[in-house]
């Protein structure tokens, strides 16, 4: 069975300190996907990224990036100089390494909240 | 945009009593999915349907049924709620073009079961 543990439940920054965000994932396959997904206050789910199992570059995408390493099962989400509008709760989440129809498996979800 | 509505968006409703919930895309997506969302418990999928007609369980699927007739509608039914189903419903999708291993999110229906 597939698990993602997301150990943080809330984290409180200042604008423009960095966030590092936590997952650490279980799984018995050699091959697999990785993503992360934001959820404003607003409600809506919004996809940020996927990583293939394979590819352990690190990405960078503006202020946020990545960093994948299979040898711990870690798939943390950086967020450098935070803003007020990062506000939102980060979900971890794993699926199965198919062409489609991946069904995910999400981590509990990391509240962060950004100061001014 | 992945043309994804659900409906209602709210609902209340009373134990014992049937709902059904619907999803609607615009895209001739086939891969769809509902999940629900609790507090400590991230997203936790249903059911899946992977075509008109196919369907399969998902992790918490005890109380609840799903119908696909069609490509672009996947109902979900809740045959007699329960309090402990009084949660955030999420519909996704994959296969979008381009992006086909992503699953993209409707807004989310909001089910009270007093």
């Known amino acids: 069975a597939q698990k993602v543990t997301q150990a943080q439940t809330e984290i409180s920054v200042v604008e423009k300190e960095d966030v590092t965000l936590d997952c650490v994932y279980e799984?018995?396959?050699?091959?697999?996907?990785l993503f992360w997904y934001k959820q404003p206050p607003s409600g809506e789910l919004v996809f940020l990224i996927r990583r293939n199992s394979f590819d352990e570059q690190n990405e960078i995408s503006g202020r946020y990036s990545w960093n994948f390493q299979k040898s711990t099962s870690s798939f943390n989400f950086t967020i450098t100089a935070s803003q007020v509008v990062d506000s939102a709760v980060y979900f971890c989440?794993?699926?199965?390494?198919?062409?489609?129809?991946?069904?995910?498996?999400f981590g509990g979800g990391t509240r962060v909240l950004v100061k001014p | 945009d992945a043309g994804i509505t659900q409906s209602p968006r709210h609902k209340v409703t009373e134990t014992g009593t049937p709902v059904t919930l619907r999803c609607h895309q615009t895209e001739n997506h086939r891969y769809m999915y509902w999940y629900r969302q609790d507090p400590g418990h991230g997203l936790r999928l249903i059911h899946y349907?992977?075509?008109?007609?196919?369907?399969d369980k998902g992790e918490v699927s005890d109380g609840y049924s799903v119908s696909r007739s069609k490509t672009e509608d996947f109902l979900l039914t809740l045959e007699s709620a329960t309090s402990s189903q009084t949660s955030v419903y999420f519909c996704a999708i994959s296969g979008v073009a381009g992006a086909a291993y992503e699953q993209y999110f409707g807004p989310g229906t909001r089910l009270t079961v007093t």
């Open positions: 799984t018995r396959d050699t091959t697999y996907y």
């Open positions: 989440a794993l699926s199965e390494y198919k062409a489609a129809g991946n069904k995910l498996t």
């Open positions: 349907s992977y075509g008109v007609k196919d369907t």
